[in-house]
């Protein structure tokens, strides 16, 4: 046992403020018992969101040290620590209704725009292991939103449509039995797909290993092999740096 400081950014509707606590962990003590313990033994009014503990259903995402994004329940406080201490602050580019939890309705809106569902077709054809393989890892998207935290493209475009809503894209339109085929493509086209910067900051932050970024980039490809995107459309002229020095 060991004891760590975690230090949490705080929120109350009104007033941030950063609390700093102390807690016994050992090699395996994850952020989430880390906070966890807290919420019991120190301070009740402490906010956060837990569910599975099991990286499976995406709720618990937060920022750590200013620059990972990740799910508390999957990470270890001894992985984090930094002089002994770990800054917790809830995801970025979502509103934060108390401490670390944050609102997710604009990124679930934002998945209807691209219609993030499964439209079948009439009729159904035999789905073969070759075909599983084309979506395998996008069908593990747990809409955690640590890819759309990380994103720097709202900075520029609000109106860009997010990592996760171009893998949903990608998840239907490469399965053989959604009918919507290229209207997708339209619809990222329409949410603004070439705004991506291709920085790449949500493949390498997204805990189920999706390749994000290269998602999006066969989506933009493939629209402009059709003429769906324009070429003198891609990138639509916001060449910024992003934070990250790209
Ligand atoms: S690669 Fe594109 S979608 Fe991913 S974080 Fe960078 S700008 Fe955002
Ligand atoms: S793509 Fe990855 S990081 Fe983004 S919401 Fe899905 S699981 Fe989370
Ligand atoms: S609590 Fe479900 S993913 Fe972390």
Redesign the pocket.
Known sequence: MEKATIKVKRFDGKREWVDSYKVDIDDRTTLIEALMDIQNYQDPSLSFRVQCRSAICGTCGVKVNGEKHILACKTKVVDLLKDGEVLVEPLSNMEVIKDLVVDHSQFLEKIKQVKGWFEPVDQFQPVYPEDVEKIDKETDCILCGA?YS????FETDPQFGG?INFVKTYRFWKDKNDRLKDERIHLAKANHITS???????TFTCPKQIP??QD?MQIEFYGKQKGIIEEDNLNQGFGFSTPFGF
């Open positions: 890819c990380i994103c720097p493209v990592p991506c910067v291709h920085c790449k900051y949500c994000v970024e999006i």
